[in-house]
């Protein structure tokens, strides 16, 4: 009897002691142990220093900061779809992008890998298929890598040091208060959920032998509300302004490839016989771009490409196609026109061209509607300089992710013997999320 009572007693306690040591964590503690930055040297720990700023919160922050740029040369996208109008080559593109964290929000943003496809249009309509045909010449691939550095936030003011004081205070005060929330939900969980909690996973368990168990969904919970609490620190940060600005830097290499070459029916002149070029357009593209963006929702960007890519005079000199007929003589005098073939009239010349673009930008309320000069200087057998002024427009989600963005653009293109005038918009388009 008494080992029985002893069995049954080691039982209770110890499913005490299950019960007991599966609780919900509060995310503070470790939200706090985050913020320490410890020096090495030689393997040996020499220095540790708290943080005024938890460095995965930053991680969110300058993600979501960099990725609610423009639309064109400057866009970084986080999207996780993207498709996108060119004006300049009548081209959609249509890609994909994939980033460095994982899905966890909490790493740090350090790459983007984007891949997809461009169309080239004619008429307003990009072909892919014709009678039967692949149009190879009119679609390539794109394959762009992107590093992006690590971010700073500056919370001085202009007196350097009064403001400085007041915004610690004030940042340091709002944590003391998410600490104290996020300890209470913890606790309270504890105090009314778990039990139905724990109940609840292990009934699932029991059905499926894939589902996480009950410690593990906890800790998922401390995880998914560590989230929470660093994006209410961001959230007051951002409405409160207790930052001046936020620096970021980031730096891409970009190839287009075309899957097949584009042929040009060519004459010197209107009764000479047509004949064929072919005409292979890559174009690889290098640039970077610095960023920052002040509290007061005014935001600077400077980006800096430079670019190589196959050019012939068709393209610099805009020129438009001629319809060539074939007439044959027919009955009673008549001409009959047997075949009719679009072509150039033009002395075909193919070159490579080297560009560097410098494009800086200033936006206003929150990355809203901007202004965007750029000139581009050309070297190699196309040697001008063209420029352009832009006003960017960028339409949001609730979120504050760029959804359509367009540019109203009027631009000077140069050609061999003129120079043209251009006013248009160039418009981005952008379906999905990487960042919740």
Not at 76 to 88: C, E, G, I, P, R
Not at 181 to 209: C, E, G, H, R, V
């Amino acid at each position: 009897m008494k080992l029985k009572l002893l069995a049954f007693l080691l039982f209770i306690l110890s499913n005490c002691s299950v019960i007991f040591s599966q609780q919900l964590k509060s995310p503070v503690e470790q939200y706090n142990k985050d913020r320490w930055r410890y020096t090495y040297k030689n393997g040996v720990k020499v220095d540790s220093v708290q943080k005024l700023f938890n460095p995965k919160m930053l991680n969110i922050l300058f993600a979501n900061k960099v990725g609610t740029s423009f639309g064109g040369s400057n866009d970084l996208s986080l999207q996780k779809f993207h498709a996108s109008l060119d004006a300049d080559d009548n081209s959609l593109s249509i890609g994909a992008n994939f980033d460095s964290r994982r899905k966890d929000e909490l790493k740090k943003l350090s790459w983007i890998l984007s891949v997809g496809i461009k169309i080239k249009a004619s008429n307003k309509f990009a072909t892919v298929y014709k009678n039967g045909d692949f149009q190879e010449d009119n679609i390539g691939s794109t394959l762009k890598a992107t590093w992006i550095g690590r971010g700073v936030i500056n919370f001085n003011d202009k007196t350097k040091g009064k403001k400085k004081k007041l915004r610690k205070k004030a940042v340091k005060n709002n944590r003391e208060e998410l600490e104290k929330k996020y300890n209470a939900a913890a606790a309270k969980f504890n105090t009314d959920n778990l039990s139905d909690f724990d109940i609840s996973q292990s009934n699932a368990i029991n059905y499926d032998s894939d589902i996480t168990s009950v410690q593990d969904a906890l800790d998922d919970k401390t995880d998914a509300s560590y989230v929470e609490m660093a994006k209410e620190e961001i959230k007051y940060l951002e409405d409160a302004k207790m930052y001046r600005y936020l620096w970021d830097h980031w730096y891409s290499i970009e190839l287009f490839t075309p899957f097949g070459e584009n042929t040009y029916n060519v004459a010197t002149d209107l009764t000479t016989a047509l004949s064929k070029k072919t005409f292979y357009a890559f174009n690889a593209t290098a640039s970077g771009t610095t960023m920052w963006q002040f509290s007061n929702g005014i935001s600077t960007f400077i980006n800096l490409q430079v670019s190589l890519k196959n050019n012939n005079n068709i393209i610099v000199d805009n020129i438009s196609s001629k319809p060539f007929q074939t007439i044959v003589a027919g009955d009673n005098n008549i001409n009959i026109v047997t075949e009719s073939t679009d072509g150039y009239v033009t002395t075909y010349n193919e070159f490579i061209t080297g560009t560097v673009k410098l494009e800086p930008a200033i936006f206003f309320l929150n990355n809203t509607i901007g202004l965007s000069p750029a000139i581009e200087l050309n070297t190699g057998e196309y040697n001008e300089t063209n420029w352009k002024l832009g006003i960017p427009v960028s339409f949001k989600d609730k979120d504050g992710k760029p959804k359509v963005n367009f540019e109203i653009q009027w631009k000077e293109q140069k050609t061999f013997n003129s120079s043209i005038h251009l006013v248009g918009i160039s418009a981005n388009f952008q379906f999905g999320n990487l960042i919740n």
